[in-house]
């Protein structure tokens, strides 16, 4: 299930990354903050939960994640960092097949 939330609801190292990115990149603006929870193991007691953070400065979108789950052992503290130029997406957008281009 998605919730869009605000970036003092995500775990400190998610805002501690994020904070620092649009310190150094004062241009930068958080187009959403959300969170996906799921249960995707066959013990469906197990609840992970993504919180994703979705930034822009020009045309470069940057993207900040981190997954908690309910299970210790499952818990991957890092915050996962991924970016992209706009003319990248729409490239791959363009290469993408049609049922995809129609979302």
């Known amino acids: 299930m998605k919730a869009v939330i605000?970036?003092?609801e995500c775990p400190e190292?998610?805002?501690t990354e994020v904070q620092s990115y649009l310190e150094h990149?004062?241009?930068a603006e958080i187009l959403?903050?959300?969170t996906w929870t799921s249960?995707?193991?066959k013990d469906k007691t197990i609840i992970d939960t993504a919180y994703t953070v979705y930034t822009l400065v020009g045309n470069y979108f940057k993207?900040?994640?981190l997954r908690i789950s309910t299970k210790d052992e499952y818990n991957i503290p890092t915050v996962r960092v991924n970016g992209m130029i706009?003319?990248?997406i729409a490239e791959i957008i363009k290469l993408s097949p049609?049922?995809?281009q129609n979302l």
Do not use: N
Request: hydrophobic fraction near 40%.
């Open 25 to 27: 990149q004062p241009k």
């Open 86 to 88: 706009a003319g990248e």
């Open 63 to 65: 993207i900040f994640s």
């Open 6 to 8: 605000h970036l003092d």
């Open 39 to 41: 249960t995707p193991y």
């Open 32 to 34: 959403s903050v959300q």
């Open 13 to 15: 190292a998610l805002k």
């Open 98 to 100: 049609e049922w995809f």
